[in-house]
């Protein structure tokens, strides 16, 4: 019996003192918390490691024209990294990626709609201007509008190449 009391006082002091141990390196663990600016920071850095890394893989030179266009840390404290594509500082249409990370910074998923290698020259045949007039010749007063038009320059993926286009 006196074994059994020495044994059970041994656990007793031993399982808090490991149970202490371990909270500081479980607290560590966690990369995000409330959604400080060096957390969201954290996350853009790995998101586009992740990215970049993804791209490579693939064998697109592109890999460095990713903007971060928000990052959110949720109630959960994972961080969600949304990022778009731009060739030579113009964006490409609907070529987006979020990437989702666990609150100790690893990956949870990745939804990834970039578009590889994209071949494409940036210098345009026509002006912005000129744009808006063909634009407006094609309206020609169908319907009022509601806003002055805005011309932007956009790279699209046709079925057959890409395309500089406003």
């Known amino acids: 019996m006196k074994k059994f009391l020495i044994i059970f ?11 202490f141990l371990l ?7 966690t990369a995000f918390g409330r959604g400080t600016s060096d957390e969201i920071e954290r996350a853009k850095q790995i ?3 992740v990215l970049r890394d993804r791209m490579m893989r693939r064998g697109n030179s592109n890999a460095d024209e990713l903007e971060v266009k928000k990052v959110n840390i949720d109630e959960l404290r994972m961080a969600h990294t949304r990022v778009h594509q731009s060739v030579r500082g113009i964006p490409v249409w609907e070529s987006e990626a979020i990437v989702h990370l666990r609150p100790d910074g ?11 290698d994209i071949l494409v ?3 345009a045949n026509f002006s912005a201007k ?5 634009a407006n010749q094609m309206y020609d007063g169908a319907a009022e509008l509601t806003e002055r038009p805005k011309v932007d320059m956009w790279v699209f993926r046709g079925e057959d190449r890409d395309h500089l286009t406003y």
């Not at 006082?9 to 149970?19: D, H």
């Not at 998923?109 to 578009?115: F, H, P, Q, R, S």
Request: charge should be neutral.
């Open 106 to 116: 690893e990956v949870s998923t990745v939804t990834d709609n970039l578009k590889g």
């Open 47 to 49: 998101s586009l490691q």
């Open 23 to 29: 909270q500081p390196a479980e607290a560590q663990k």
């Open 130 to 134: 000129y744009a808006l007039k063909l």
């Open 121 to 123: 020259s940036t210098v």
């Open 9 to 19: 006082a041994a656990v007793m002091v031993v399982f808090p003192a490991i149970t």
